[in-house]
């Protein structure tokens, strides 16, 4: 028997009918009868479908050369004893195909007796690798391979069940000799085609389908190593909580720290062992390399001479690092500036693994070297000489194209030629609310990390690209009130557009969402915005200007409503890559480093330096920001006061970040 | 001449075909269909989708006086029906209309009536559009098959 076997094995592994089987398909959709009958025929079985389970019945009966059968799982009778009972009689295989809407609880007999299932719609790769349960009934290996008592038919995770399964397997069986010899031919005839078939079937599936966990059973068969992951690793990640739940525990751990152990930590899921997140994260990777691959690469690599870019940044985003370029712009005079760090920049290199609105926008290099902006940098806007308005602001995009360059208004008094003024990094998640990356307002960690694992959503380092950002139903503001908005702070209500805009917005990577290399990184925001005097410019501070400063004091008071929380929504419709976020984690040499840069602060403050020692991170919780500055508390710098500078070690990043904008933005207001 | 005609036609289904992958109302299912069409079945396509727009026809319009009635309460058979929907637009491989039976589904099973009723108008929006485009497929294809035909005449 294994003989005969063996050669058809090596005849035709995939086609060929098994012996003289016919198929009896039993379903009342009409419609994936007819696809399922075609595509067994294919295979050159012989169809007989029926309707009915009762109908089933004495089709059995009748007919001798049955030798499978495929139910649909919730027709009314399929588990009715006489069914069942004709099938264990007649050593008939059997198949559920579950219906893409599970109605009805399956029964213990029915999954105890079936061998296999099969999700809707299907496919002819599932049954291509049918052939494997349709044996002669003479073969008697069938039913000793029978594991169908171990396992689920409905998709779970249930890794128990797959292990004892795998007991199972390994114990011996009577016809153990047909078994191994099956394997044996298995593994020297070019049945590794068909596993390496359905390892890259099941691959390209994993995300999309869930699949049976007795899946794996058939990989044991073909006598390689089973991988428990497989089958199981499917079903496991389908449930979108869980995989909203692990881009979360990444998004904490940053990119460099992700290692399955913490992240099978932070996730704390039951289900989960080391192995599933491993592969999970291997999976996903690999996903985000295809994705970053496929998006249209333009015009504008950057050479490592066109932009700055700061090499102790990393993606994701810090909040030490926002924190830490804010003060610099704010404190430093710009010659001291260090010209590895970009000032307003906000976010690492931008990492294009995640679709997102601002995309490519920012990847602006430098604009002395408009058209060779690279996906990746943080845009940086070099000063010109004086203030140059039409040189920063005029980027040519239509309102409706443009995600996101807020005008870097030309009052980017940056009138220091070595200075940068980067935007924010766009981060990946364009369907939050733009929260401006600047500073005082901003929260780049406007995050609440907790809240945010909850919702997986993560609002955090969102490009700066606030207001700015010209999604088709934004409306123009008056003059006033775009000032405020002029990119970096976002208020509230244009958040809750944007992010309504946002939110329905599919990221689309075409062209005309980047930047454009002829626009020679201009930027427009509004056109309301070109009339902004220099005043006008940016909030918090890109400009070291003295009378910048006062501009911008008086510019945020205006904001002051606006400023503080961005909400955002809870279950978005955001694809799931879009939800990744960027890194806050404590990094402890980071803030070494900032705390070194902070001693050169001190000289350099525009106002009275007393406030600056009141300006570090402190330690104590500083509430959420929006209280502080939307209430304008009397006395913030009393509170800072009382916060000393060296508790950091070991904080965590959002806490610090926040403290230091709100700080950073009494300081400012102060004056 | 003929033979021009052929190409163009080619094109033209290719085309319609094309636009609708990327809309969305088409998915990889259908191309498994149309993988199935053969010599043994040379009409497959065109049958099943026959066989899906009579049954979706009947399905919909019993949607349609469910909800229409007045007294209507029986969210359960809405459900019943809009799975058979469900199970059929996805095994064509119509994406579309299988995500709006979705929502409509779940519009259904939290007995919102007036959901219910604009998940069905968007049912049959989509169920229209397809089988508008499926129609003009097929005549397309028709001609096809005959100036292809043509082209060898006996």
């Known amino acids: ?671 | 001449m003929l033979g021009l005609g052929v190409d163009r036609l080619q094109a033209d289904i290719n085309r319609l075909l094309t636009s609708l992958f990327h809309q969305g109302v088409l998915d990889e299912q259908f191309l498994q269909l149309q993988q199935l069409q053969d010599d043994t079945s040379p009409t497959f396509v065109y049958d099943v989708i026959n066989i899906y727009f009579d049954e979706s026809d009947k399905l919909l319009r019993n949607l349609r006086l469910l909800l229409m009635d007045r007294e209507f309460s029986d969210y359960k058979k809405i459900g019943l029906h809009l799975n058979q929907l469900v199970g059929s637009s996805s095994s064509i491989g119509a994406r579309r209309v299988r995500n709006v039976c979705v929502a409509f589904r779940s519009a259904s099973e939290l007995s919102n009536r007036p959901g219910c009723l604009r998940g069905l108008e968007v049912v049959e929006h989509e169920y229209h559009y397809l089988k508008n485009m499926m129609h003009e497929i097929f005549q397309l294809e028709q001609q096809r098959l005959l100036a292809a035909g043509a082209r060898y005449p006996m």
């Open chain 1, 1 to 671: 028997m294994a003989q005969s076997l063996a050669v058809n094995l090596v005849e035709n592994i995939v086609h060929e009918r098994v012996g003289d089987i016919s198929i009896l398909v039993i379903d009342d959709d009409n419609i994936s009868n007819a696809t399922l009958t075609s595509i067994l025929e294919k295979f050159s079985y012989k169809v007989i479908s029926v309707k009915v389970a009762n109908e089933a019945v004495s089709m059995i009966e009748k007919q001798k050369d049955i030798g499978l059968v495929i139910a649909n799982i919730e027709l009314p009778n399929i588990d009715s004893q006489s069914f069942l009972t004709t099938l264990l009689h007649k050593d008939i295989p059997l198949i559920l195909i579950t219906p893409e809407i599970m109605t009805k609880k399956t029964s213990d007999s029915l999954t105890k007796a079936t061998l296999f299932c099969l999700k809707k719609p299907i496919f002819v790769n599932d049954i291509e690798n049918l052939w494997q349960h349709v044996l002669p009934k003479k073969s008697q290996v069938f039913e000793k391979i029978n594991i169908a008592e171990k396992q689920k038919i409905v998709m779970t995770e249930d890794t128990k069940q797959i292990e004892a399964f795998m007991e199972n397997l390994k114990r011996p069986r009577t016809s153990q000799a047909t078994l191994l010899g099956r394997r044996k031919y298995m593994k020297a005839f070019p049945t590794s085609e068909m596993y390496q078939k359905r390892t890259s079937i099941e691959n390209a599936e994993w995300k999309t389908k869930p699949m049976c966990p007795i899946e794996i059973e058939n990989k044991g068969r073909e006598g390689e190593k089973v991988e428990i992951n497989i089958g199981s690793r499917c079903g496991l990640w389908t449930n979108f909580e869980r995989h909203m739940k692990f881009l979360a525990a990444l998004s904490i751990l940053g990119e460099k720290s992700s290692r399955p152990k913490s992240i099978l930590r932070i996730m704390n899921d039951p289900s989960l062992n080391h192995r599933h997140v491993a592969s999970h994260l291997q999976n996903y990777k690999a996903q985000i390399e295809r994705i970053n691959e496929t998006l249209p690469r333009n015009e504008w690599i950057s050479t490592e001479k066109t932009f700055k870019y700061p090499s102790n940044y990393e993606y994701p985003f810090k909040a030490s690092n926002l924190t830490k370029n804010l003060i610099e712009i704010f404190f430093k005079k710009p010659s001291e500036r260090k010209e590895t760090t970009p000032n307003l920049h906000l976010g690492g290199k931008l990492d294009l693994t995640t679709p997102s609105l601002f995309g490519n926008i920012l990847n602006n290099s430098a604009i002395e070297a408009p058209s060779t902006t690279s996906n990746n940098p943080p845009y940086n806007i070099p000063s010109t000489n004086g203030v140059n308005h039409s040189g920063l602001v005029s980027t040519s995009f239509s309102s409706d194209k443009l995600l996101g360059l807020p005008s870097l208004p030309s009052s980017v008094g940056v009138s220091n030629t070595d200075t940068r003024i980067c935007f924010p990094n766009s981060d990946p998640k364009p369907m939050q609310s733009s929260t401006s990356v600047f500073g005082t307002d901003m929260n780049p960690l406007d995050i609440d990390p907790i809240s945010t694992l909850n919702s997986c959503v993560f609002q955090a380092d969102h490009s700066i690209v606030g207001e700015n950002y010209f999604l088709p139903d934004y409306t123009i503001e008056p003059l006033d009130t775009n000032i405020d908005q002029i990119g970096w702070i976002p208020s509230m209500e244009k958040n809750s557009r944007n992010e309504a805009n946002m939110n329905h917005t599919d990221w689309i990577p075409s062209t005309e969402n980047y930047v454009h290399p002829e626009t020679d990184m201009n930027i427009i925001s509004l056109e309301t915005n070109t009339t902004q005097t220099g005043g006008a410019f940016s909030r918090e501070g890109f400009v070291p200007c003295e009378t910048n400063y006062d501009d911008n004091m008086t510019h945020r008071e205006t904001n002051k409503g606006d400023m503080g929380l961005v909400p955002f929504e809870e279950g978005d419709d955001v694809p799931i890559e879009d939800l990744i976020s960027f890194d806050i984690d404590v990094n402890e040499m980071d803030m070494d480093v900032w705390l070194e840069n902070y001693d050169t602060f001190e000289k350099n403050i525009h106002f009275s330096t007393g406030n600056l020692e009141n300006v570090l991170p402190s330690n104590t919780q500083v509430g959420s920001i929006s209280q502080i500055s939307m209430e304008g508390q009397d006395n913030p710098l009393a509170m800072h006061q009382r916060e000393g500078m060296n508790g950091m070690n070991g904080e965590d990043n959002i806490d610090i970040g926040r403290k230091n904008i709100d700080l950073i933005d009494e300081i400012l207001r102060e004056d």
